[in-house]
RNA sequence: GGGCGGUUAGCUCAGUUGGGAGAGCAUCUCGUUUACACCGAGAGGGUCGGGGGUUCGAGCCCCUCACCGCCCA
């Protein structure tokens, strides 16, 4: 006898185990089957299961199981990544909170050790939680975007090296000066992608950049009709900036070629108000179309090294780009005094020639009382330093805004949002800097993967996803690659003693290339988005041409959430293409399908985060209802385009759908339910069993149907309801009788029919709930294989619309004698009897097939046919028959007319409603026959069902 | 500022070529009928964000407004 409700504790860990042990997760080894491969997005090597990994996993392996079943060799290709700045940020907390020296008094080696340390330590967890999960990944191939430690020639090292080799000597990875996000918390340059841009509150201050040698100017301001508005002789131009302590870097002041107010002094010279007098800048006010004349005073001072739209500025007018900080972002402290220093710019300022990019860096032009300073104390100070000096622009409040009645000027201080840049991980602010970095070509590389979606090779599901990545992959930036980290890749660069580059696979290969001169290698590391962009074709064994390579390349699908398209999924595209070629030397797209799925949100919508506490433990769900509970949760609220949303609540329901579907399969094995050998489902004879097969049918397509087009929410809910709304509630209702029954034919028939629908459900839910569907599987048969192995139900030939119509007539019949029961308060114990007035002989046929089962779960003792309503009966419609229970004693004559009368207004209703479409000619006109035909079968049911409630409620105003 | 998505029952959400709205949970009533109380039977509950348009017909298509969310600048 089974236990009573199934006990996923006990039994997970022991079913994950008989699979792995049996070799179901490793393709099958069959020419002739479909190949079908995902690569998993590989989680961070040191992170735990989180819920977003909860739904990416379920969805997979929901995918994954119902190929397997359907007899692809099917590879689920596991891995981790080793996320760089995320692990390196994690060692360097421990060491601090352990009070060891620090990874830069450690050493590379040493730390690195320490890093490969905590992977072993905690590397391996996550992959235990995918298993608990359920995932059928192929663990023996089991990969990690770094390879194995100390392994020589290890091939996902060698996959990483040659990509950065190819794409340097195809000249698509070059090395240069460029302005990059510079996070000044690890040190290191970040991509564009790594940056959030976060509206805070900031201020625009108003400088005024006095004209060199006490130069003036008439400037004139006018209104949108070109009335003179404010005409003043000024000394000076005013600057508007959000950022006073990068003036000390200024280039140049840039206004718009159209803009008259500025159009006396454009090529003149004018003075950084900051830094000592003697040795003020003076810089050119030059023409550029960058500046916007409605924004600010017009006038734009140009930073080239620390701002974005300066540098283009900048570089377009040959400015110079002075750095102002270090790594940290402190204002330098290095190179020359200030004097010397400003003296080198102001040469340039005046016309010299610009010398190298490097003999501009090495300019420090922050004055000695500000070198060291953080940023934003040198923000502070300098401001609080040309105010002193009178040179902020000066406001007169408006005078109720002040105590006194002659109110004092002060300065002017828009108080404004602004965009402020800020590190994904670091959370601190990023520096715009100017640093020699290795970047990717990705507009070049980005063509073949724009293409390929285009042309349609590669699907996104849902589809206005491709709007997203078009829109990026059309106005992508230079792939900055370069990280100044130690955990990563290290890039395959080697430079000798005069700056010589030499890019090789190997240290020994870059020595040979340089004719063996003393080379060193190039410090940095590769983005770790570089080596998971190889993920589909490293994991598979390139650069070697592996069996599975050739076998599983292309992926069948990627399944990933939106957050990282760019990050992922469009860099597996570039690179995939441009390596994987096949044999005429046409690009392979790295996956035909692209999943995108939603984010897990909380109960109130929020985006888990570690920092708000809101995080749900997938694991701790696991622990209170068991994985399959989880996984369909996730599946059945993975519909298209929308978040989900996470509640307790949902995941206790799909526990208890478990239960019932436990308990269905304790019912059969308690009624001796079993598929005997041969059984052919289309032979049987019962209406009953006919039907059952029909409805499995339909939803075995149903499901299908579903996970074809990615609508897992669709395939699963079709699975649930069939398995509790009509197997349960009804099939096996329905059953009792005849396996109770004396009709032994009949009853084996049932048991017959009843098992092998049960082992469809317990295989379409399989996908969706592995365990308690394996748990099952064992317990309710005599079974050859695992069910994770067991063929799909591939049904045919068992539609059969008859037994359809019988049983829907009787699931309503039933329903409405329930429901009159119900609303006239007829105790539940009760049997009634019933008489049918005005059945046809087809009616009172399937009355008399059916007498049981109406008597049965209507509650009723008798069922008879009859010529009329017997008095003091409640009475209910259905089709052409009146089913009237006679209540005499029991009734309550106006409870009884108020139902009907309410029953009639909403016939009524529908009448009233249908009879004014089909009066309408231009609805009879223009709608399809087939939608006028069933208009009219509807409003004619209801105009005869009508008439019959009218005849019930007349029977009641004579009773 | 540009783009995308959302607004449907108290809550969370389905609703796939436009033919008068569904589920789960919650609520109320009844029920222990030996598969299941992690259950069963029944009920109530929505002018599908507002306005306009196209159409014989709009939750669905178009326009517009409002609010919410995300991405990009």
């Not at 805070?200 to 070109?226: I, N, R, S």
């Not at 840039?254 to 003149?268: F, L």
């Not at 390596?579 to 030397?585: P, S, V």
Request: proline share 5%.
């Amino acid at each position: 006898m089974m236990d009573k409700t199934f006990n996923p504790a006990e039994a997970e860990a022991r079913i994950y185990a008989d699979w792995e042990e049996s070799g179901a997760f490793k393709p099958k080894d069959d020419p002739n089957a479909d190949p079908f491969c995902i690569v998993i997005p590989p989680p961070n090597v040191t992170g735990r299961l989180h819920i977003g990994h909860a739904l990416n996993n379920t969805l997979q392996d929901v995918l994954i199981r119902y190929k397997r079943m359907l007899g692809d060799s099917v590879l689920w290709q596991p891995g981790t990544d080793h996320a760089g700045i995320a692990t390196q940020m994690v060692v360097e907390r421990q060491l601090a909170e352990r009070q060891e020296p620090s990874r830069r008094d450690m050493g590379r080696e040493k730390f690195l050790e320490r890093v490969w340390d905590w992977k072993a330590e905690s590397g391996g967890q996550i992959m235990t939680q995918l298993r608990r999960l359920g995932a059928s990944c192929d663990w023996s191939r089991e990969r990690f975007t770094m390879g194995e430690k100390d392994a020589e020639n290890d091939q996902m090292q060698a996959a990483v090296m040659k990509v950065f080799v190819e794409l340097y000597n195809q000249g698509l990875m070059y090395r240069g000066k460029r302005l990059v996000n510079w996070d000044p918390k690890f040190e290191t340059a970040i991509s564009d992608l790594e940056v959030e841009n976060i509206e805070v509150d900031g201020h625009m201050w108003h400088f005024k950049y006095p004209l060199a040698g006490g130069k003036t100017y008439t400037y004139v301001e006018k209104d949108a009709d070109g009335n003179v508005v404010l005409e003043e002789e000024r000394d000076y131009i005013s600057i508007a900036t959000t950022r006073p302590e990068t003036m000390l870097g200024d280039g140049a002041v840039a206004v718009h070629p159209d803009d008259e107010r500025y159009a006396p002094i454009v090529g003149e010279l004018c003075e950084i108000p900051v830094g000592p007098k003697e040795h003020r800048r003076l810089i050119p006010i030059i023409t550029d179309e960058y500046p916007d004349p409605e924004f600010g005073s017009g006038a734009v001072k140009i930073t080239g090294a620390h701002d974005f739209n300066d540098y283009e500025v900048a570089k377009r007018n040959n400015i110079p780009l002075y750095r102002l900080m270090d790594t940290r972002a402190a204002m330098r402290a290095d190179g020359a005094p200030y004097a010397q220093c400003a003296e080198q710019a102001m040469a340039l300022a005046k016309g010299a020639d610009l010398p190298s990019e490097a003999e501009v860096d090495a300019i420090n032009l922050v004055p000695e009382n500000y070198r060291g300073l953080d940023r934003f104390e040198a923000r502070e100070k300098i401001i609080a330093d040309i105010t002193a000096e009178g040179l902020a622009v000066m406001v007169t409040p408006e005078a109720k805004d002040v105590d006194e009645d002659a109110p004092q000027p002060v300065p002017y201080v828009e108080n404004k949002k602004i965009q402020q840049p800020f590190g994904d991980r670091s959370h601190v602010v990023i520096e715009p800097m100017l640093t020699d970095q290795w970047f990717a070509n990705a507009g070049e590389l980005a063509k073949e993967a724009i293409a390929a979606v285009e042309d349609g090779r590669t699907t996104f599901h849902p589809k206005n996803w491709e709007k997203t990545y078009f829109e990026w992959m059309r106005n992508i930036q230079p792939w900055c690659v370069s990280r100044q980290l130690w955990w990563g890749h290290q890039i395959p660069a080697w430079y000798d003693e005069d700056g010589g580059v030499y890019v090789a696979e190997s240290e020994e290969a870059a020595i040979a290339q340089a004719g063996g001169k003393k080379l060193t290698r190039d410090p940095d590391v590769l983005d770790t988005w570089f080596s998971s962009a190889l993920w589909p074709f490293s994991t598979l064994g390139w650069p070697e041409n592996t069996q599975e390579l050739e076998r599983f390349y292309p992926n069948a699908v990627l399944i990933t959430a939106f957050d990282i398209i760019f990050f992922w999924v469009a860099r597996m595209m570039m690179q995939g293409l441009h390596f994987m070629k096949d044999e005429n030397g046409k690009p392979q797209i790295p996956f035909k399908d692209v999943y995108i799925h939603a984010l897990v949100r909380d109960e109130k919508g929020q985006k888990m985060s570690k920092s708000k506490g809101n995080v749900i433990d997938p694991l701790e769900l696991i622990d209170e209802f068991g994985a399959d509970a989880v996984r369909f949760s996730l599946a059945s609220q993975a519909g298209q385009g929308r978040d989900i949303r996470m509640s307790k609540q949902r995941v206790e329901g799909y526990r208890n759908f478990g239960t019932k579907l436990w308990n269905a399969a304790r019912f059969c094995e308690m009624n001796e339910c079993a598929v005997p050998a041969g059984f052919d489902p289309k032979t049987v004879s019962q209406t009953v069993n006919k039907w059952i097969l029909s409805e499995a049918q339909a939803t075995v397509a149903a499901v299908e149907k579903g996970l074809a087009e990615y609508r897992f929410n669709e395939a699963a809910a079709a699975a649930y309801r069939f398995t509790w709304n009509i197997f349960c509630d009804w099939h096996l209702e329905f059953a009792k009788p005849l396996l109770q029954g004396d009709d032994e034919a009949a009853k084996a028939e049932c048991r017959a029919t009843t098992a092998y629908v049960l082992d469809i459900a317990l295989k379409i839910l399989h996908p969706f709930m592995p365990f308690v569907t394996e748990a099952l599987w064992e317990q309710t048969g005599q079974r050859d294989t695992h069910l994770i192995v067991a063929d799909w139900p591939r049904l045919e030939g068992l539609d059969d619309a008859a037994a359809q119509s019988e049983m829907d007539w009787l699931i309503s019949v039933i329903t409405d004698i329930r429901r009159v029961r119900a609303e006239m308060n007829v105790p539940a114990g009760a049997q009634l009897n019933a008489v049918a007035v005005g059945a046809s002989g087809e009616i009172a046929g399937c009355i008399e097939r059916n007498r049981p089962l109406i008597q049965r779960m209507a509650r009723l003792a008798e069922i008879t046919l009859g010529d009329s309503v017997p008095p003091a009966s409640a009475q209910t419609v259905i089709g052409e028959t009146t089913f009237a229970l006679p209540l005499e004693g029991v009734i309550d004559f106006g409870a009884e007319r108020e139902r009907i009368a309410k029953e009639l207004k909403k016939l009524d209703g529908e009448i009233t409603r249908l009879e004014k479409k089909l009066g309408n000619e231009k609805f009879v006109a223009n709608a399809p026959e087939a939608v006028v035909a069933e208009q009219r079968e509807k409003l004619g049911d209801y105009t005869a069902q009508k008439a019959k409630m009218a005849e019930a409620l007349s029977r009641l105003e004579q009773a």
